[in-house]
């Protein structure tokens, strides 16, 4: 190894990540010459930092490195514009940055848009997976937990009181003058006490799109439901009880809900079970071939990115065995 690039993001635990970084560096120094680069991604979205953010992160980098002993090892810590409006030209960016030289990459465990997997099939591309180690360092991942309850703004109150208006009246009576005037009353002490816990950000025009798609995903949330029911229902009533259990990995979308409604929507499919989230992976138990198969060709995953407006995720094989 000649290069050592280790990308920084602001999330996780920076202190462990860093010496980590230090102490492989170092050891491989021992051996040849070995220049441990501190990436840290310019950029806006995903694990891209806006500049000023960037400027201080390293600063911190830098203060964390002065503290360790780098004995042959050298270190420098470089600020990297990547720009891109999405995932993939963010990614390209990075990638584009690497050495020429062999290189051994390591990522945070916190990364979410630079993963081993999105960054090794970039590497592919670039016909350079072979010339390029990547990795994640083995440090605990901190996890960032949401406020309980968030700023209270305009659009959080309007949209409380706006479905909480229209709950009230699908119980009631539209056309009652009386339900329409408890209805407003109801509706504004409802948002005036949990319009700060009920909406992580404030509802867009965006988010309108996003309702609408959602209602239109309801119906084939139910179809695959009663449809996973039938299926099942056979296969207990078959005589040779033809399951076939196994496990299979799902890919996950970006996004914390769409991973939410994902393996959620997964769970409540009859026959299959979300039973853990690995990586940028959902691990899900199927039942049957049939079960397996259709996570397999990702409808429910698209299904689920028409939704949220994120880009579907690409089916992936199998990998486990049965499980008895």
Do not use: C, K, W
């Not at 492989?24 to 694990?47: I, K, L, W, Y």
């Not at 799109?209 to 299926?231: K, S, T």
């Amino acid at each position: 190894m000649s290069d050592l690039v280790v990308v920084v993001g602001e999330r996780g635990r920076l202190r462990d990540y860093v010496r980590y970084a230090v102490r492989e560096g170092r050891d491989a120094a021992q051996e040849t010459t070995v220049t441990a680069r501190f990436v840290v991604p310019v950029g806006r979205g995903g694990d891209t930092l806006p500049r000023p953010t960037a400027a201080t992160l390293a600063e911190r980098v830098e203060a964390i490195v002065g503290r360790e002993s780098l004995g042959r090892l050298t270190v420098e810590t470089v600020l990297h514009p990547t720009p891109g409006t999405d995932p993939e030209a963010r990614l390209e960016a990075l990638v584009g940055a690497l050495p020429e030289t062999p290189t051994r990459l390591l990522l945070s465990p916190a990364f979410e848009e630079f993963t081993p997997a999105a960054v090794s099939e970039a590497l592919a591309t670039r016909e350079r997976a072979d010339s390029v180690t990547v990795e994640r360092a083995p440090v605990e991942r901190r996890v960032l937990r949401p406020p309980l309850a968030f700023e209270r703004s305009p659009g959080r109150l309007a949209a409380t009181f706006g479905v909480s208006f229209a709950f009230y009246l699908a119980l009631g009576d539209p056309t009652d003058p009386f339900d329409l005037a408890t209805g407003v009353l109801a509706a504004a002490v409802v948002a005036a006490l949990l319009s700060r816990v009920v909406l992580e950000s404030t509802p867009t025009p965006a988010s309108l799109g996003r309702v609408a798609r959602a209602v239109l995903f309801l119906p084939y949330l139910l179809y695959a439901i009663v449809r996973a029911n039938l299926a099942m229902a056979v296969v207990v009533l078959h005589p040779r009880l033809p399951i076939d259990p196994s496990v299979v990995r799902v890919p996950a979308p970006e996004g914390r809900v769409a991973r939410a409604l994902l393996a959620n929507s997964i769970t409540l499919t009859p026959g299959t079970l979300t039973v853990d989230v690995v990586d940028d992976e959902l691990v899900v138990h199927a039942l049957t071939a049939e079960t397996r198969a259709e996570l397999e060709a990702g409808g429910l995953a698209r299904a689920v990115a028409f939704v949220t407006g994120e880009p579907a995720p690409t089916p992936t094989v199998p990998v486990g065995g049965e499980t008895g």
